[in-house]
């Protein structure tokens, strides 16, 4: 009996050592109201949630940098119509830090919204506002930060020599950090303002020249986003009477239509892994991919509930969207075919505004140890020791997978025969070492029927990888 208890210590302390190597990461950030306010909260790799802020008020838009130290956000913290800029430093995980950018004292105390990074290596904070010099409207500007990361100056980009009298909304930077693409309502049509696609240079000494209407239609066009090579951009168009997706490319020519039914299509994004959008064309709001030429158009949600906002991930093979399957709006992530659903938010209150550690997919691979890189990355799929080992009657098989696969654990007694399958399924890259997460076996097999002490095997099959250890029935 002692010696049956050192070897199973023993086996957990290996196992609690391994597990822990494995650093959480921050997969997205998402807005959620669980504390009575709508808050910023974190979601790891390993599935636990950190609420970022306390403000006790409105946030909106929050956006990570490219080195996924920081995100940035707006906020009516002093109330009514005066929202500022904040941001989180994030490089001391365990101890976030919150600073207001444009509030007073500092600040200047303007009405600042919808904040976007630069590309890496700039630091600018692309932002929309009526109070932005020169401004006529609602102008975008760059808000510039100092060495230290505090508030430097403002400037308005799409409205330098007053021209623009309406609003410019919705900016983006391209891929590549030299433009700028925005929606803009300077054009009258029939005596009323109507949003058309614009670009502007980016770059620091040309900043807002070279204005081009890309798209020039009496019908609004909107929501523009930037193709992965920032040689044109997806929007949204009502020009064929209901909202459809269309492309253009960034010298105004090369219009094609995406989609083509009569009801909605919007909220569209393109990465490497196409285009991705939300349609009402099933009845409710579905998630669908198309190819970038409007080909192979694929309902990726198909749920009876409402799946809306997509959001692809860094190298475009992971989907973040809201759902309302269980009951409130929670976030999700799926594959880019569909498959590997979790919920990540799984809370009563409303989540929302979900948006992509961009370092999850991109952190360097440095080698380190067997398993891990020296970020924590996991290194090479692997089956670890069961746990506990020896064991009576139940056990759990951890595994680490170092890409998305199709999982199935066997179990073979001492003679080689199969007696239990456990179809896994869909997994998506990670540490499954927990007893929440790895494979469970009950001790029984493929009959029903709990099996009699001994040796046996169980083998790990994921996609192409396959390895095998032995474990040990004591009873």
């Known amino acids: 009996m002692f010696h049956r208890s050192i070897i199973t210590m023993l086996g957990n302390l290996v196992f609690l050592f391994i597990g822990s190597a494995h650093a959480q990461v921050p997969i997205a950030s998402f807005i959620s109201d669980r504390s009575g306010d709508d808050e910023i909260h974190l979601v790891y790799d390993n599935g636990d949630i950190k609420q970022l802020t306390k403000n006790k008020a409105k946030v909106f838009t929050p956006e990570w940098s490219p080195d996924g130290n920081y995100i940035v956000f707006d906020a009516n913290v002093r109330g009514g119509e005066s929202f500022d800029i904040f941001i989180i430093d ?5 101890n976030p830090k919150q600073k207001n950018l444009t509030g007073p004292p500092d600040g200047p105390g303007l009405k600042l919204s919808g904040p976007r990074w630069a590309p890496a290596g700039d630091a600018r904070i692309l932002v929309y506002s009526t109070g932005l010099p020169n401004a006529n409207g609602w102008d975008i500007g760059f808000l510039t930060l100092d060495a230290r990361g505090n508030f430097d100056a403002l400037v308005n980009i799409t409205n330098a020599d007053g021209e623009a009298a309406n609003a410019d909304l919705e900016g983006s930077w391209s891929p590549d950090g030299t433009k700028i693409v ?19 240079d980016a770059e620091k000494r040309g900043a807002g ?17 930037w193709s992965p090579d920032s040689k044109a951009v997806v929007f949204q168009s009502k020009r064929d009477g209901n909202w459809e997706i269309y492309t253009v490319g960034i010298d105004g020519e090369n219009l094609t239509r995406i989609t083509e039914n009569e009801k909605t299509d919007r909220n569209a994004e393109w990465s490497s892994g196409g285009i991705i959008f939300e349609t009402q064309r099933d009845g409710n709001y579905e998630i669908y991919r198309s190819d970038p030429d409007g080909n192979n158009q694929v309902n990726l949600t198909n749920e009876p509930k409402s799946d809306q906002k997509p959001i692809w ?29 979790k919920n990540l938010s799984n809370d009563p209150g409303n989540d929302s505004d979900a948006r992509w550690n961009p370092q999850f997919e991109l952190r360097a691979v440095e080698p380190q140890s067997k398993y891990f890189t020296t970020l924590g990355d996991i290194k090479r799929t692997s089956l670890m020791q069961n746990f506990p080992n020896p064991f009576n009657p139940e056990t759990w098989i951890p595994y680490y997978l170092a890409e998305d696969a199709s999982v199935t654990v066997r179990i073979y007694n001492i003679k080689g025969e199969l007696i239990r399958s456990i179809n896994v399924g869909r997994q998506l890259a990670g540490a499954y070492t927990t007893r929440q997460r790895a494979a469970y076996w009950d001790g029984k097999d493929n009959t029903g029927q709990s099996v009699a002490s001994g040796i046996y095997f169980y083998q790990l099959l994921a996609d192409d990888f396959s390895e095998t250890r032995r474990m040990v029935v004591m009873k």
């Open 90 to 94: 994030l490089t001391d995980p365990q």
């Open 313 to 341: 991930s860094a190298k475009g093979k992971r989907i973040l969207f809201e759902s309302k399957r269980d009951g409130k709006r929670e976030i999700y992530m799926m594959l880019a075919d569909g498959t590997g659903l």
């Open 209 to 225: 020249k070279n204005q081009i209407n890309l798209t020039d239609h009496e019908a609004p066009d909107q929501r523009a986003r």
């Open 182 to 200: 925005f929606e803009s309502e300077r054009k009258l049509v029939k005596e009323r303002a109507q949003f058309d696609i614009f670009i502007a």
